[in-house]
């Protein structure tokens, strides 16, 4: 090395620059490859999304749920009148309490008539008889 003071300050100084700036480096190399890890993390991760949503575009669409069969209802206006009186005492009953629901007379006629109505309503699985006389509906 030269003897010269000046010389050898600044060699020094030179010296301790390259010591900071590879210091610099060896903390910059080390945080690249911490991105380089966490940037392969972040790419797997995207590509298990692509492949994700590729696989359930795949899948076929799933067929709605139907809904039970509705038995049908005979079209006359006393059966819906029978289903709401039904419906409204929440109770089960027989053709003659439902003669009174209906405000009809507890003739025979009538009791027959709504008997016989009531059984077609069994009939289509609309209605139930838990015991013999005795209308209900079905527990849903």
């Not at 911490?34 to 949503?53: C, H």
């Not at 696989?55 to 076929?60: N, S």
């Amino acid at each position: 090395m030269s003897e010269n003071p000046q010389v050898k300050a600044i060699l020094e100084h030179i010296e301790t620059r390259e010591r900071e700036l590879a210091d610099q480096a060896g903390q910059f190399r080390d945080r690249i490859e911490e991105l380089r890890v966490r940037l392969g993390e972040i790419d797997a991760e995207s590509e298990n999304l692509r492949i994700t949503r590729k696989t359930l575009l795949a899948l076929p669409l799933p067929t709605p749920a139907t809904e039970p069969d509705r038995p049908d209802i005979p079209d006359h206006p006393a059966y819906q009148q029978i289903l709401t009186a039904l419906a409204d005492e929440g109770r089960p009953m027989r053709a003659r309490d439902l003669c009174q629901a209906l405000d009809l007379p507890t003739l025979p006629k009538n009791t027959e008539g709504i008997r016989s109505k009531l059984k077609r309503l069994v009939s289509r699985g609309i209605l139930v008889e838990p015991e013999p006389g005795l209308f209900t509906r079905p527990e849903t």
